[in-house]
Each structure stands twice: as structure tokens, then as C-alpha cells.
């Protein structure tokens, strides 16, 4: 994070929030000496929760993911020479490792559970997990610590900073300037496929993500270590078709299904397109409610507009028994991992507290 930004990290003298760590560029010496300089008592560091990714895959070359093996290879090493009583590495992947991702051919069945076999060539290669996994799997053997990787589907969550990666801002945006230009009480029709509107799935909200991956941290049994688990904020699968309608009440809206039936289509503009529409009322807005003006652009895996809301129209709902099998059962309904979400977004000024 730049000067500029500010993490609205709960104000506590345990939270030290270490900038300017070049995981991809800089040394393991270099690295190691920013933690040290950095964090205070980086030596008692017990856990680490990795949560890093460089999606980019890189073209002709031998290894398309060598730097995501090279930015986990230099934290795992500056940690462990720092930290001597190191217990345990938890990484983040998602279900793009069940080939969530290839909407055109995903084939896995559903419930997706953990035993499913790896995903076969030549998908298997076009994500860097399997990748990252291997390298921990030889890293730690013989070694006292332990580590494991999540697998939430879509997450909703807040950032302090503009993430092309987040769903939860651009929809939240949308809302806000549909309920500014047109009105409270009036209808907003999904803006996405049919086929998304029914789709199953499994919502993450960061606070249970963050939740689950502690209770996995602090396991006692061993057989917990390089494992992957699934995680939701709930056991039940939803769909946009059961959450859109409460989503939309919370912006003063009236939340209905997709204009049209089509599958992977709308005609109906994308959050994207209908603020790029409204440009001049979307400065309005933040002008009026002192927003911070940052770009809204939607997560997209093959750079066509609305990609979440259009081809994500296949049931992809997860299996929870793994992690329930480790004694985590907390739940939380989705709406309420939205609206834990929209309050922050709130508070840290990204959305209007009203919407007349």
C-alpha cells in the first residue's frame, strides 16, 4: 500500500502493516531484512497466511507459472529464516483448480468435493495450483511445520484499493449509481444471463475465509497438512436468483430476474457498461457523496465484458464435509456476508450512505 491509502484495519498495537515487499524482484536477503526492520518480533512469527497470486501466465517460455514459484519460494524461505518456531503456512487458491474457470468445458460434477481427480491436460496446465502445491509438498517434508490451501469460489469481500479481481465493488457500484439515476423503489432487473441467474454456487465471505483458515491453522492433527479444503460462508448453496432481490432492497431498489432466457447472453447492459453510460451522473454521485473516484471494472478470466454474470451459468455449489470433518461449523448467510461488505464499503467511503 502507497501513503495515500488506508488499510481500515480495526486500530490495534497487534495489526503492523509492512509495505514495499517485491516478493516477485527483490532478494531473499532483501526480504528478510524488510520483515525484520518492519514487523516487530518478526523472530515469534508462528503462522503465515499466504495470500498472493500473480494470475498472469507467461508465454513462451519453460515455466508459464515460474513466478509464482518464485514469489512463494522467497516468502516461505525469508520466513523460515526468520522465524524458527514456524507452525504453519496456509495458501489461498479457489475453485478455478476444479476448472471453474473454463466455463465453455467445465466438466467436474457437483457437489465439488476435494477427492475429485486432478483436472486432466489440457486444463491442468493452465493453472498455476497443482504447481504450487508440488513445490510445498517437497518443501516441507521433514520439517515441523504444517500447511494446507483453501478453495473458496466467489468471494465477497473489501479491499482499500481498486482490484479488478473483486466482485463485490463493481456490483456494489452499480447499485449504488442505478438507485442514484433512477430512483428508489424501482425495479433492476438482473444484469446477467438466465443461466447465471439459476447457477448454484457457494459465496465466501471474507470473514468466514478468514475464519476457516485460522481453525485449519490451529488444527493439532497432522492430518490436516497438505490437504485442500472447500470453503463457504454456508453449507447451503445460493444462487443470484435467491440473493439478487435482498441485494437490491439494501440499495432502496426492487431486485427482478434477467429481461431475457438466455443462457450465457443479456441484452440487458453490464454493471460495467451501464456506469460507462452514465459517466457523467457517476461523477455527479461521487462528487455529491465525497466518494473516492476509482475505476470499476468487473473480474473477467477471458477479457469479455460481464464475463461473471454471463458464463458462470453452470451449478459449481461445493461440498463442505472435509472441513466440517476438522470440527469448523460456522455458518453465515450469504446476504449477510454482502451486507458485512457493503457497511465497510460504507464506511470507508467507496459507496453513498443514501440513495435518494
Not at 305 to 310: A, E, I, Q, R
Amino acid at each position: 500500500m502507497n501513503e495515500e491509502e488506508v488499510s481500515y484495519w480495526p486500530q490495534d498495537d497487534r495489526f503492523h502493516l509492512l509495505s514495499g515487499i517485491d516478493l516477485l524482484h527483490d532478494t531473499e536477503e532483501g526480504i528478510r531484512e524488510k520483515f525484520m526492520k518492519g514487523i516487530r518480533d518478526a523472530v515469534s512469527i508462528t503462522h503465515v497466511f499466504y495470500l498472493v497470486a500473480n494470475p498472469g501466465r507467461q508465454v513462451g517460455v519453460a515455466e508459464p507459472y515460474g513466478h509464482n514459484i518464485t514469489m512463494l519460494r522467497n516468502a516461505v524461505a525469508a520466513i523460515e529464516s526468520i522465524a524458527s518456531n514456524l507452525e504453519f503456512i496456509h495458501l489461498q487458491y479457489g475453485t478455478f483448480i476444479y476448472g471453474v474457470c473454463f466455463t465453455d468445458d467445465f466438466y467436474m460434477p457437483v457437489p465439488l468435493s476435494e477427492s475429485l481427480p486432478p483436472l486432466r491436460p489440457p486444463f491442468r496446465d493452465l493453472i498455476a495450483y497443482p504447481l504450487l502445491s508440488e513445490w510445498m509438498e517437497n518443501l516441507s517434508k521433514g520439517k515441523t511445520w504444517k500447511w494446507c490451501e483453501t478453495r473458496p469460489d466467489d468471494i465477497i469481500g473489501f479491499v482499500p484499493r481498486p482490484n479488478e479481481y473483486n466482485l463485490a465493488y463493481p456490483t456494489a457500484m452499480f447499485l449504488s449509481l442505478y438507485a442514484y439515476v433512477e430512483g428508489k423503489g424501482v425495479e433492476c432487473p438482473f444484469p446477467g444471463s438466465f443461466g447465471a441467474w439459476k447457477a448454484l454456487c457457494n459465496h465466501a465471505g471474507a470473514d468466514m475465509i478468514a475464519k476457516s483458515a485460522i481453525h485449519l491453522s490451529l488444527a493439532s492433527d497432522f492430518a490436516v497438512s497438505g490437504e485442500g479444503f472447500n470453503i463457504a460462508s454456508s453449507q447451503e448453496p445460493w444462487s443470484w436468483e435467491m440473493q439478487w432481490p435482498a441485494l437490491c432492497s439494501w440499495f432502496g431498489l426492487k431486485g427482478t430476474p434477467p429481461v431475457d432466457h438466455e443462457r450465457s447472453t443479456t441484452v440487458t447492459p453490464s454493471p460495467d457498461a451501464y456506469i460507462a453510460s452514465h459517466v457523467e451522473d457517476f461523477k455527479r454521485m461521487i462528487q455529491k457523496h465525497g466518494l473516492k473516484d476509482w475505476y470499476v471494472v468487473s473480474p473477467t478470466m477471458d477479457g469479455t465484458d460481464n464475463w461473471g454474470l454471463t458464463k458462470l451459468n453452470f451449478d459449481r455449489h461445493l461440498s463442505l464435509e472435509k472441513i466440517r470433518a476438522t470440527g469448523y461449523l460456522e455458518e453465515e448467510s450469504p446476504i449477510d456476508s454482502w451486507t458485512q461488505v457493503l457497511q465497510r464499503m460504507r464506511d470507508a467511503k467507496l459507496i453513498p450512505r443514501g440513495y435518494e
